[in-house]
């Protein structure tokens, strides 16, 4: 607005209204700046807004960030710092102050990081060297660890503490590498491809602690991200805090969040590892003790079904007594019908030839007959000769009777072989020895050919 009561035609402003206009116009001519300088006569009164000027070597603007903005900021403010803001440019009406309204602003080195770190990154990706299937798979129980850090630091305390706490029996190989400054990425290149080329481990920790977006630069270099990913030996990844993320992250077969929940990756937990034993050992322990009661009622049945030496002798003999019973009665018959039949035939004789053939006819008969008894006779005899001969042998072949006159039946345990010959035994085979009443394994100390 402008006063025009002047009688001299002039626009004159109040102040407030000249102020405003100017605040009007340095907003919309430039909404939103991006602007870079030094921090300095930072003020933090009790509202919690922050005051401070930013300045080069010519010139210095005066800034403010309230509350609201800063609470969602992570950077620190301090004088002297090197920032870039994103800033409204305003004007304070009540002094008439030009001043920035700052929402955010960063590191004016880090700008620079995160823009190389945004272009690796889009780079690599593209090649593929983040992709899941070029990753390596982490062995269950590794035998060795390969850790690459610096030897003096936290760091490496941390990891072996977790190690030891988790599973002590795990080596582990100390790679010795700069983790900051300028040589720590060649450094930590060098340590890669030695480690791969002695394939010492079969697995590896590359690890450091939090630190600036600086300090943790050298991960974000190329070289070690191709040494990684050129590694012959999974990796995994434990660099800085969890919010922190570098290239080596993305490259490496597996991402830690800190280099201890790297080492709590790699190792198993032994008392996991117990309690497997223990639930495995009673398992195991049930299904033997199963498969022992099964087999033991099985032999129990067997043993049932499997007829002694003198069962079987006992079964022979009475087959032997059933078969010369049923021969005498086969030649007893037999006897009887020629009896039968000679009989007939005197009476065939009596009948039909004159009486001194008659006569000699029966002669004849009568001898004929007295031969056939006799021959019956000397059969029957030498089948039950026979049937004594068959009846002793039986007895001499049993291995009853040959055990009681003081021999034994030897077979080797494993394959239930009876031994006839030294070549089917050898130093150290269990053998078992049968003898009339009992049975006895022994182990082959020696054996003397003759």
């Known amino acids: 607005m402008q006063n025009s009561s002047n009688n001299s035609g002039k626009n004159i402003y109040s102040v407030s209204q000249f102020n405003k206009s100017v605040r009007t116009l340095l907003e919309a001519s430039y909404p939103i700046a991006w602007i870079e300088g030094e921090v300095s006569n930072l003020v933090r009164p009790a509202s919690g807004h922050c005051y401070f000027s930013l300045k080069d070597e010519g ?23 090197k920032i870039i803001v994103r800033a409204q440019v305003s004007l304070y009406e009540s002094r008439g102050d030009f001043q920035l309204i700052i929402e955010s602003f960063e590191d004016a080195g880090e700008g620079q990081l995160i823009k190389k770190f945004e272009q690796l990154k889009n780079k690599l990706l593209a090649e593929g060297l983040f992709d899941e299937s070029a990753k390596i798979e982490l062995p269950v129980f590794p035998k060795r660890l390969g850790v690459i850090t610096s030897p003096t630091g936290a760091v490496i305390h941390d990891i072996l503490t977790a190690l030891n706490r988790r599973f002590p029996a795990l080596p582990v190989l100390i790679y010795p590498s700069q983790v900051q400054g300028a040589t720590a990425a060649d450094n930590i290149t060098n340590m890669i491809k030695i480690a791969s080329e002695r394939y010492e481990c079969d697995v590896l920790i590359l690890a450091r602690g939090g630190g600036s977006l600086e300090d943790l630069w050298p991960f974000n270099e190329e070289p070690v991200a191709r040494a990684i990913y050129n590694c012959k030996i999974p990796i995994v990844s434990g660099i800085g805090h969890e919010t922190d993320t570098t290239i080596a992250d993305w490259v490496a077969d597996k991402r830690a969040p800190t280099p201890t929940a790297a080492a709590e990756i790699i190792s198993p937990d032994q008392i996991d590892i117990t309690n497997s034993l223990m639930a495995f050992e009673k398992k195991l322990v049930k299904q033997t003790n199963t498969t022992i009661q099964n087999l033991s009622q099985k032999i129990d049945f067997l043993t049932r079904q499997l007829k002694t030496p003198d069962q079987q002798i006992e079964q022979f003999l009475l087959r032997i007594q059933g078969l010369g019973k049923r021969l005498s009665t086969t030649i007893l018959l037999s006897l009887s019908k020629k009896q039968q039949l000679s009989e007939r035939l005197d009476v065939n004789l009596n009948s039909m030839l004159p009486s001194n053939k008659l006569q000699l006819q029966k002669q004849s008969v009568k001898n004929l007959t007295g031969r056939i008894i006799s021959s019956c006779n000397e059969k029957v005899a030498t089948f039950q000769n026979r049937l004594h001969g068959l009846s002793r042998e039986l007895n001499a072949i049993s291995p009853l009777e040959t055990m009681a006159r003081g021999y034994s039946i030897t077979r080797v345990v494993a394959s239930g072989i009876i031994l006839r010959d030294s070549e089917q035994v050898i130093k150290g085979d269990l053998i078992e020895t049968v003898i009339k009443n009992a049975a006895i394994v022994s182990k082959v100390e020696k054996i003397n050919k003759k």
């Open 59 to 81: 010139a210095q603007i005066r800034c403010a960030l309230f509350r609201n903005r800063l609470n969602k900021i992570s950077a620190k403010l301090e004088d002297g710092k």
